[in-house]
């Protein structure tokens, strides 16, 4: 709903601006995971793991699991699939059906895909041990959280503007543009490095007034 409102305030808002480039939005899509009790495991046909879930891995339908989409697990030739994370945040490869992708899971060379990598889902001493809480082939365990992102396309937000967004994982970032901290920018709950704006869960971020 905040989107569709964003987007009416840009449109009738006066035509000096500034940027706001790769406005994203994260979404928990479940856990990769052999277990079928856990509601937000991929292999719980009624959890997470439903093919009827908008946001699920396993509808075909989905952003996440159509074979056309760039953002999927299953396409083949998608750079942008869903990320996987292990309970204490430990990035591990990309979820993904691309071999080529350096950080998919599908490809048997990659840091996380090789049988032989410490950090690969297909190691069965590693990350991929049926004896780890958090690994996908546990049963029993809880697996890998399943990370994907929704971006929006750029906007630009007038420099006279006050806006408030309250978001769940919301980065901003306008690339090689930003070097300082923007001016007027009022956070909460959020840290800034050059060219990256990142706000934690339940973070705010009211920009009014330009960039520096």
């Given amino acids: ?4 409102l964003l987007i009416a305030f840009l449109l009738l ?14 979404e928990v899509l479940g856990q990769l995971s052999t277990n079928p009790y856990d509601l937000d495991s991929t292999a719980n046909p009624f959890g997470a793991g439903s093919p009827f879930n908008p946001n699920g891995i396993n509808n075909p339908f989905s952003p996440y699991g159509s074979p056309f989409s760039d953002r ?21 490869g990309k979820l993904s059906a691309n071999p080529y992708d ?11 895909g090789s049988p032989y990598s410490p950090d690969s889902i297909n ?19 809880h697996g890998l959280r399943i990370d994907g992102r929704y971006e929006i396309p750029s906007i630009h937000l007038p420099e006279s503007s006050s806006l408030v967004l ?4 919301l980065e901003i970032s306008c690339g090689s543009q930003i070097r300082h901290r923007p ?3 009022h956070l909460r709950g959020a840290h800034f490095v050059p060219g990256t704006l990142s706000l934690p869960p339940r973070g705010l971020l009211r920009p009014s007034g330009g960039f520096r």
């Avoid at 709903?1 to 569709?4: D, S």
């Avoid at 350096?102 to 996380?112: A, F, I, L, M, Q």
């Avoid at 069965?124 to 809480?133: L, N, T």
Wanted: with cysteine; proline share 12%; net charge neutral.
């Fill in 123 to 141: 190691n069965p001493y590693g990350v991929g041990s049926p004896y780890r809480s958090d690994s996908p082939t546990n049963p029993y365990g």
């Fill in 1 to 4: 709903m905040w989107v569709v």
């Fill in 183 to 185: 001016s007027g920018l």
């Fill in 13 to 26: 808002s006066p035509t000096r601006t500034i940027c706001a480039e790769g406005l994203g939005q994260i």
């Fill in 102 to 112: 350096p950080d998919s899971t599908s490809n048997p060379y990659g840091h996380y």
């Fill in 166 to 169: 309250h978001a769940k994982g």
């Fill in 72 to 92: 999927s697990a299953t396409n083949p030739y998608a750079t942008d699939a869903p990320k996987l994370y292990d309970q204490q945040g430990n990035y591990r």
